[in-house]
């Protein structure tokens, strides 16, 4: 079975400074945008997410349920036959996507609200290695699933915090998540420019 398909709506990460110079790896915020870029739309697809960015990455015992605010648990497991639970497994990472997308969108400038970093270290879903850092996920069975994809954003937002407020991009229309400002700016995308750039034009009329 061919899994490890090319993630072409994946952003990549620009090799900022601050990226060459640091031994830290990125793992949890590419794991984050693998679950926004290309979200599991199968119980199968979404074991598979868990196993290799937090199980395999010993961050997390494997997940025997996930849990959105709206909904009820939903079981994973070989026990759990592939064709049910699909439209339930859908709703729920969809629903946990929007609200990942959404703190991150509040997270951008002007509201710059970071409330979910200090969730993520109050809910115990982010921990200190040692010392100054690094921050490192560790989210729990029973958080949420939109907290335990916030948890790898925190992880690294808190590791990275110059990189993300000058990087970071997410369009304030369609949610999109990019690295290069010199774009669209931080708040827009190629398809929903920032009002600001719309130039005006100037007339060369003289004056009389
Ligand atoms: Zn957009």
Redesign the pocket.
Known sequence: MRQEDSHPSIPTLPSAPSLVASDHDRRALLAALTFVGKPPRSAAALESWFEKHLVSAGRMQRPAYVAEGFSKRVALGPQVPADRGASEIEALVDAARLRVLASLRAFMPPATNDRFLAAAIDGGRVRCAGGPGPWEPCPHEEDLLSDIVLSLFAADILNFREFHDAYLCV?K??F?IDFDPSQSGRT??P??QPTATVSVMRRGRPSL
């Open positions: 369009c229309t369609c999109r827009g995308c398809e929903h």
